[in-house]
């Protein structure tokens, strides 16, 4: 079974500084990991994603995360916050691209002026 | 990648009465769809799978009979909450599978009074 851990239901930082949200997962077969992120009343809209290629993954937005076997983990990085990246993320994992995905709960980003 | 659009975007009803709610991939022809369930401040919860031509595959826990999903072509599916309770009230979000990933439509807020 798949499952994933995300540290922090809700991180606040200042306009400007580093943002790191953290991602662990528990998977039996290597993983397929996604960074989502979700506006109010909104669908999700995909950061990056993890494909058993490069470890170090760049996504939009200026969000990159990096694949780390050895700690599970695959935490979402942005040097710099903007007032726009406020939102719910949610990391996810999957066996391959197109199976259904197993969600973390989710963490909410506040960034502050 | 895909679009994917829902409708209705929000909607109230009455106890015990039914909803549908439309899927469509506007420019993909997708065999596979999920259905998801939000919660309040909660992550995303697979409800079922959604398959063109076949019976959907659901989740355990949720009941079938009470979540009926017809996936009649490759661009729509729909899923009808039969005699909704308040209870039911939550954000459902529909996504559309290709070869690698998932793309999600933008949700239905429903609310059941």
């Known amino acids: 079974a798949q499952s994933v851990t995300q540290l922090g239901s809700h991180v606040s930082v200042s306009e400007g500084a580093l943002v790191l949200l953290r991602c662990n997962y528990s998977?039996?077969?290597?993983?397929?990991l996604f960074w989502y992120v979700q506006y109010p009343n909104q669908g999700l809209q995909l950061l990056l994603k993890y494909t058993s290629a490069a470890t170090l993954v760049k996504g939009i937005n200026g969000f990159e995360a990096e694949f780390k076997k050895s700690e599970t983990s695959f935490h979402l990085t942005k040097p710099s916050a903007h007032m726009s990246d406020a939102a719910e993320y949610f990391c996810a994992v999957s066996l391959s691209g197109n199976t259904p995905l197993v969600f973390g709960k989710g963490t909410r980003l506040s960034v502050i002026a | 990648g895909a679009v994917v659009s829902q409708h209705p975007s929000r909607v109230i009803c009455k106890s015990g009465t039914s909803v549908k709610i439309e899927c469509r991939s506007l420019d993909f022809q997708a065999t596979t769809m999920f259905w998801y369930r939000q919660f309040p401040k909660k992550s995303l919860m697979l409800m079922a799978t959604s398959n063109e031509g076949s019976k959907a595959t659901y989740e355990q826990g949720v009941e079938k009979d009470k979540f009926l999903i017809n996936h009649a072509s490759l661009t729509l599916s729909t899923l009808t909450v039969t005699s909704a309770h308040p209870e039911d009230s939550s954000f459902y979000i529909c996504s559309v599978q290709d070869a690698y990933e998932q793309y999600f439509g933008p949700g239905t807020r429903l609310t059941v009074t």
């Open positions: 998977s039996s077969v290597p993983p397929y």
